[in-house]
């Protein structure tokens, strides 16, 4: 895992910003073109430079190649993070990866006492990845999330987290 870079769009718009079977279950619609890919780049920038959101680009060990991203959004006391991978590596572990390395290194700062995500209800296989991290499911937060290419109305979504004593 890395910082993103500007030099990344064309990566990471060609392997999964544009694909809707990966965005299915996320807040943003697909990207229609590269160039929102590079806004977004640039906000992942900016979010770094004020402390506030800490954006990765997951990318493989021997290759360098971008399969992903995850990211840690700070509040307070608390950190949530949110991840997507390119099709190509789902079932692989990268997901579980990502997530325990942002997991300990969140809760390494000493301002940050929980870790938490939240999933749609109908996707299976991210609820099952923060299980294998050890993060609990607290439950349902009904009516929490627009996952705009399911449904432009807020769905319900289970809700997980990890913290220290």
């Not at 806004?39 to 060990?61: D, N, R, Y």
């Not at 949110?82 to 692989?92: A, E, K, P, Q």
């Not at 390395?101 to 109908?122: G, H, K, N, S």
Request: aromatic share 12%; glycine share 6%.
């Amino acid at each position: 895992m890395r910082p993103p870079q500007a030099a990344d769009a064309a990566e990471i718009f060609a392997s999964y910003a544009q694909d809707p079977d990966v965005t299915k279950y996320l807040v943003w619609t697909p990207h229609e073109s590269i160039a929102e890919t590079h806004e977004f780049l640039e906000s992942c920038s900016q979010a770094w430079s004020e402390g506030t959101t800490f954006p990765w680009v997951i990318t493989l060990e021997d290759t360098g190649l971008v399969v992903g991203m995850i990211q840690a959004k700070v509040e307070g006391h608390q950190a949530e993070i949110g991840y997507v991978l390119t099709h190509d590596v789902w079932d692989r572990g990268f997901a579980t990866e990502a997530s325990r390395a942002l997991i300990e290194w969140a809760l390494a700062q000493p301002e940050i006492w929980r870790v938490w995500a939240y999933t749609d209800i109908d996707n299976g296989a991210s609820g099952r990845v923060l299980e294998k991290v050890g993060m609990q499911r607290e439950g349902v937060l009904h009516r929490w999330c627009v996952h705009p290419n399911i449904s432009s109305e807020p769905r319900d979504v289970w809700a997980y987290a990890i913290w220290r004593d």
